[in-house]
């Protein structure tokens, strides 16, 4: 047993001593070596929602580690054991930074112990400083699109994943290599030729990705957004974002469906970001009301409870299916369950929408419902 496992059960024996957490943290920050779980599908740590929040997975011997990737397998996800020196330590929690990582399990399948990333790396707030002073990193958009990707080639992608990763790319901002100095805000971007021949326009999520593309800087820096993928692609080129990373190929094809799916979002074309993720617990008396509502309510076909968490808040998300009902009624029976349901006490905030949404159908997809009304057709029993 290694010595960070030793601590992880001392610290569940001890009822969570903060002295013994303390010990832990420490132990992460400068043990001799550490393995991470890696993606070779998108060339960067491996991502998993937990909670419904992104997390990273640590492990304090490769052994552990090997046996989540073994476990992963049969879900169809291809992982590996990434090796971390101490010496790398800080550059690795920096990178599970800028990949979009809110948390870290430590020795999933063993003890394990569930952390925020705040508590082994500090992460300077830069929210008031101008934008120029700000670090170039694209957080949101990395991690759903590691995540599309990785879940894509496990066969285990869903319309929810690809609708984030979509409305990412439209608001994140990007680092293009440049030759020479910009002049009359035009400047000449230099083509990547893939393996397949084809001649390609990269653009960056962030400097570390880009330095896998320019390492020696032979070009210059300069900042770019979706607009300007939009104009490439719309001329025909093809665009790349992180070509050495998730590798996001952009045509006309798919800059017309980041549109779509922004047009999709509610909030004034301002997209929230929104999880949905099953559940560990739901309160019994939201089930047990809920179950009396909908069945006492016409045109209700179905009923589920996810979890979802938004602008970094948890709360429950009721999805209701009314069947073939047209628009006005779907609104009229939303607008009566959620009066009556106001009623139900919950701790968290919860939120109705119906399963004709785009979000309601990326929520159900593969989700059983906790109530449905079964029709039975009488002239088929006669």
Sequence with gaps: MSKLQDLIVSYY??????????????????CDKVWTAFSPVTKNHFVDYVQGRPTAFLFSEKEYCTMYCEHMKES???????????????????DYHRSGF?????????????MELTELINIPDFKNEPEENRPMINPALVCSADRFFQCLAAN???????????????????????????????????????????????????VSEYRKFDPNGKFNMAMSDFTQIESLCNSGE???????????????????????AINSVPNNGKAERAVIFSPD????????????????????????????????????????DCGENDSEKTTEIMNSVKEIAGNIETKEKVEYLPASSSIGQAAVTNAEPFFRRYIVNMDEEE
């Design 76 to 94: 169809g996800f291809e992982i590996g054991c990434a090796e971390c020196s101490k010496e790398n330590r800080l550059g690795m929690f920096a």
């Design 281 to 320: 617990r739901v309160p019994k008396a939201l089930i047990d009301g809920l179950n009396v509502i909908l069945d006492n309510t016409d045109g209700v076909m179905a009923g589920y409870v996810m979890g979802m968490r938004k602008n970094n808040e948890s709360q429950y998300l009721v999805v209701i």
């Design 13 to 30: 024996d001890e009822n969570e001593d903060k002295a013994i957490f303390e010990k832990i943290v420490h132990e992460i920050q400068t």
């Design 102 to 114: 809110e948390c870290v399990i430590v020795d999933n399948g063993k003890r394990y112990i569930f």
């Design 238 to 260: 093809t665009v790349v974002v992180n070509p050495m990373g998730f590798n996001l190929t952009m045509t006309k094809k798919h800059v017309d469906a980041v549109r779509r």
């Design 156 to 206: 285990a992608v869903s319309p929810d994943k690809e609708l984030n990763m979509l409305v990412d790319t439209y608001y994140a901002k990007y680092i293009i290599p440049v030759v020479g100095e910009i002049k009359d805000n035009s400047a000449t971007i230099p083509g990547l030729e893939r393996s397949d021949g084809l001649k390609v326009v990269p653009f960056f999520t962030d």
